[in-house]
């Protein structure tokens, strides 16, 4: 049965989850107001985009989004999720070299990879303390088991 073939990697999966919303309990959200998250947001959107792409910021704009931390248009507008107020400065700038990567290469490819790496050689790490904030904010799909909080948020 499909089941028992794959009752080891969920129960690997599902112990792991297990962990993950018991550290999330011991994290503290980062309090900061709307002017300055704005404020950090444009700051790093500028850096990222003049680092990897050589050229002028994109236009960002600030919404709620309720499975996403980010997301890129084909005209290069970064939307990010206002609820990224909460994350330490690390995790947004994270999130947004990511993105603007995306801009590169749309999939999480090797080349995608190479982009991430170079600025954020330690992603790997990040990325499973971004999911300790997701659970504790709530945008984490429990039920989404074939995905990690990463390729489901950060997409
Ligand atoms: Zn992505």
Known sequence: MIIEKHKQWIMTKYSKLLKAIERSKNIELVERSDTEFTNLVKKLVDKATREILGINPC??????????????SPKGTITINVLAKYLPTHLISYIIYHEICHIIEAKHNKEFRTCTKKYY???????K???????????????????????YLIT
Do not use: H, Q
Request: glycine fraction near 2%; include cysteine; proline fraction near 2%.
């Open 121 to 127: 050689p330690n992603y790997k790490i990040l990325e």
């Open 129 to 151: 303390e971004l999911m300790l904030y997701e659970i504790k904010i709530g945008l984490y799909s429990l039920f989404d088991a074939n995905k990690t909080a990463t390729t």
């Open 59 to 72: 236009k960002v704009i600030i919404r709620k989004m309720k499975t996403r931390w980010t997301s890129c």
